[in-house]
């Protein structure tokens, strides 16, 4: 008995852990070496010292340019895009190591290198590019007039693709293909093929990248959930089935799925894994994105992670203790700035295999209004600012 709660605790703190380091200080997403800024040179930015609501962004003109470190590109950014973790951010309490401030928000550009510190550099003055720039540790960020980025986080356009389609896609994209990737990870998932997913708020950023990804270059029969007016465009997509929300209930309508990729608060958490549901078939997986269990009650914001981290530490001892089957895999999905892995996305969206799905664009100098439009909930695919 003591030895079986020994392998328990130790499985839990295994699984705790795990994701604690993942999702805080693996330094695939954390810039622990952030730009210096430039003493002299200066550039147009949007900034926030405080946290709030979006009327605490400001306009700046005059804000220093970063100074390159060796193996980085200078990028002149053309165009850039909004996502949800930005006003996370900046709208809630975090530790000044994860969230410098004075902070510059953003993590998708694309834009014209004019700058490379080093001589080996697959980059050179002229290249059109992209890049997600890392989420956490750095006053840096997308909605200015240049970023300095690592090269290994930086892909190359196509020559058809606009900058403004190559902004919408690195953090959506990448969040997609790095959780899918999750199905391969045992034999359970050998073969994408045929294989059903369900992917909540299909009309979102990472869904209706999501849907492309799962239907277009795995080959999955995909379900995913929006309002009625949004069915057409992601039948486009490449949905098989679209459950209007507003109407029916998604655990209503599948069954035996073999992933549901969430995107959306803990309540869709607790219809898909509760104790008479049936949406995902045992061997499953569930794929939560991280952030996603926020919800909001009385007008203020309240972190769920405490669920989040029960249901993984959960499912995880299950199936360590009694044998996989016994519960779906539970994974949180944690997104990393990947060069390698744009360089992918951005090559089919060159070859319109896939396509990015913008809702509006908005000037640099209205970033305020395109946050407020972002933060209504109700955009189909992204919000871009054009530089």
């Not at 975090?94 to 014209?112: C, T």
């Not at 989420?135 to 200015?144: D, E, F, I, M, V």
Request: neutral net charge.
């Amino acid at each position: 008995m003591i030895g079986k709660i020994g392998a328990i605790l130790a499985a839990a703190a295994s699984v705790a852990g795990a994701t604690l380091y993942r999702s805080l200080v693996q330094q695939a997403y954390y810039d622990s070496h952030p730009s210096l800024a430039h003493p002299e040179l200066t550039m147009s930015a949007i900034t926030y010292s405080a946290r709030g609501d979006s009327s605490i962004l400001e306009f700046r003109s005059d804000h220093p340019r970063p100074v390159l470190r060796d193996g980085q590109v200078l990028v002149q950014v053309k165009a850039s895009a909004l996502n949800p973790c930005d006003f996370k951010f900046r709208r809630n309490w975090a530790p000044g190591f994860m969230r410098p401030l004075p902070k510059i928000p953003g993590e998708d550009v694309a834009g014209i290198v004019v700058e490379v510190k080093g001589s080996d550099s697959r980059f050179r003055e002229g290249d059109r590019v992209a890049a997600m720039l890392p989420l956490l540790g750095s006053r840096w960020g997308a909605a200015a007039e240049f970023v300095a980025v690592d090269e290994n986080l930086v892909a190359k356009l196509g020559d058809k693709t606009s900058f403004e389609e190559a902004a919408a896609v690195p953090l959506v994209a990448l969040t997609a293909i790095q959780g899918l990737k999750k199905l391969g990870t045992d034999n359970l998932m050998s073969t994408s093929v045929q294989k059903k997913i369900l992917i909540q708020a299909g009309a979102g950023g990472v869904g209706s990248f999501a849907i492309q990804y799962a239907k277009k270059v795995l080959g999955m029969s995909v379900a995913t959930t929006a309002s009625k007016g949004k069915a057409k465009l992601l039948k486009s997509l490449g949905a098989d089935i679209v459950i209007d929300y507003h109407s029916e209930r998604f655990e209503d309508v599948v069954e035996d799925y073999d992933a549901a990729l969430d995107t959306m608060s803990w309540s869709y958490e607790g219809r898909t894994l509760g104790k008479h549901s049936h949406v995902l078939r045992p061997n499953g997986y569930y794929l939560n994105v991280a952030s996603s269990d926020w919800s909001f009650e009385g007008g203020a914001e309240k972190a769920n992670g405490i669920i989040t981290a029960k249901n993984a530490i959960l499912h995880g001892l299950s199936n360590s203790i009694f044998g996989v089957g016994r519960l779906p895999h539970y994974h949180v999905i944690t997104v990393e700035p990947d060069g390698e892995q744009l360089q992918e996305v951005l090559d089919l969206l060159s070859k319109r295999t896939i396509r990015a799905i913008i809702d509006r664009r908005f000037p640099l100098k209205e970033a305020a209004a395109a946050y407020n439009y972002l933060e209504q909930g109700h955009a189909t695919g992204k919000v871009i600012l054009l530089h």
